[in-house]
């Protein structure tokens, strides 16, 4: 017993020392769970819908995911005092001085990602340049780019090609010397002396929504700030909350009588966050028939942490 309760506390305490380092080269940093999830719950979790936008740490308290990042070292040992149970830790993308973002080539799905992207950098032109490079425990690998302090990359899953997710503003990477359910990240040979290279123009090109096509009217969102309340929400969703938070806010909009008029913008949304159009659909298509026999599901914005299906 003594063994098992001596673990997560020497995993916690490599954890903290890996954040520890990567905060102090200018990367912000978050303690995370064995299961890749940041290690504190929202302290809103029981709490009734706020009126306004949802709390993104204003409140003073841990437990806002990314928004609690940072590079303080004070801050950070408070955060993983907190959170005693974490055995790894998340670095924030997206934020200054590096500006993040993270190519995460995948192996559990049947594609070859490393050749997709490839067969993409021929095809626009690009050559990815040394950069740090971090092993998963499932042999996939994350490579880390830079990008300009002026353009906000989304996350995605599968939109630039089969098996290659981004990690953009708003999201997070595993951090290496992670110890999580299914092994450590580690930083892959040859690569540890690197700093993260630029993003290449043209695949940060591919990394960006198409622009959007204006609309007439002095409110381009239905139902007004109330609409723009629940697509903000969606935006603001972490890997592990798209679905659920979709499902939250198009029960909500159908609920207010708004649903069909919000669902472009809803799908627009999650598509930016990583899910498909498809299934963006498919899960608004699921809040309509809820919400067409029962109320929506009583949850708050904060408690939307279920994994994605």
Same mark, same amino acid.
């Given at each position: 017993?003594?063994?098992?309760?001596?673990?997560?506390?020497?995993?916690?305490?490599?954890?903290?020392?890996?954040?520890?380092s990567?905060?102090?080269?200018?990367?912000?940093?978050?303690?995370?769970?064995?299961t @890749?999830?940041?290690?504190?719950?929202?302290?809103?979790?029981?709490?009734?819908? /706020?009126?306004g936008?949802?709390?993104?740490?204003?409140?003073g308290?841990?437990?806002?995911?990314?928004?609690?990042?940072? $590079?303080?070292?004070?801050?950070?040992?408070?955060?993983?005092?907190?959170?005693?149970?974490?055995?790894?830790?998340?670095?924030?993308?997206?934020?200054?001085?590096?500006?993040?973002?993270?190519?995460?080539?995948?192996? @559990?799905?049947?594609t070859?990602?490393?050749?997709?992207?490839?067969?993409?950098?021929?095809?626009?032109?690009?050559?990815?340049?040394?950069t740090?490079?971090?092993?998963t425990?499932?042999?996939?690998?994350?490579?880390?780019?830079?990008?300009?302090?002026?353009?906000?990359?989304?996350?995605?899953?599968g939109?630039?090609?089969?098996?290659?997710?981004?990690?953009?503003?708003?999201?997070?990477?595993v951090?290496?010397?992670?110890?999580?359910?299914?092994?450590v990240?580690?930083?892959?040979?040859?690569?540890?002396h690197? $700093?993260?290279? /630029?993003?290449?123009?043209?695949?940060?090109?591919?990394?960006?929504?198409?622009?959007?096509?204006?609309?007439?009217?002095?409110?381009? $969102?239905?139902?007004?700030a109330?609409?723009?309340?629940?697509?903000?929400?969606?935006?603001?969703?972490?890997?592990?909350?798209?679905?659920?938070?979709?499902?939250?806010?198009?029960?909500?909009?159908?609920?207010?009588?708004?649903?069909?008029?919000?669902?472009?913008d809803?799908?627009?949304?999650?598509?930016? $966050?990583?899910?498909t159009?498809?299934?963006?659909?498919?899960?608004?298509?699921?809040?309509?028939?809820?919400?067409?026999?029962?109320? /929506?599901?009583?949850?708050t914005?904060?408690?939307?942490?279920?994994?994605?299906?």
């Amino acid at each position: 017993m003594a063994t098992t309760d001596r673990y997560p506390r020497q995993a916690t305490t490599l954890a903290l020392a890996h954040a520890l380092s990567a905060a102090e080269h200018g990367l912000a940093v978050i303690p995370l769970s064995r299961t @890749k999830l940041p290690a504190l719950r929202s302290p809103h979790r029981n709490a009734p819908e /706020p009126a306004g936008p949802p709390c993104h740490g204003e409140c003073g308290r841990f437990g806002h995911g990314v928004y609690d990042a940072s $590079t303080d070292p004070v801050r950070v040992r408070e955060l993983f005092a907190a959170a005693p149970w974490a055995t790894g830790y998340g670095i924030a993308c997206g934020l200054p001085p590096h500006h993040l973002i993270g190519v995460d080539l995948d192996t @559990k799905s049947d594609t070859d990602s490393t050749a997709a992207l490839r067969e993409l950098a021929l095809r626009h032109l690009f050559t990815i340049p040394p950069t740090v490079v971090v092993r998963t425990p499932s042999g996939g690998r994350h490579l880390w780019l830079t990008g300009p302090p002026d353009v906000v990359v989304p996350n995605s899953a599968g939109r630039l090609a089969p098996g290659i997710d981004i990690r953009g503003a708003g999201g997070y990477l595993v951090g290496p010397g992670s110890r999580t359910a299914h092994g450590v990240y580690a930083i892959a040979p040859g690569t540890d002396h690197l $700093t993260p290279a /630029p993003c290449p123009r043209s695949l940060l090109r591919l990394l960006l929504p198409p622009p959007r096509a204006s609309r007439p009217g002095p409110d381009p $969102t239905a139902g007004g700030a109330h609409g723009r309340g629940l697509v903000q929400f969606v935006l603001a969703a972490h890997e592990g909350q798209r679905n659920t938070r979709l499902f939250w806010a198009a029960c909500r909009a159908h609920e207010d009588g708004i649903g069909p008029e919000l669902t472009d913008d809803l799908v627009e949304a999650a598509v930016r $966050t990583g899910l498909t159009a498809r299934e963006a659909r498919g899960t608004i298509a699921s809040a309509a028939r809820m919400t067409a026999h029962q109320p /929506p599901p009583p949850m708050t914005p904060h408690d939307a942490t279920a994994p994605d299906a």
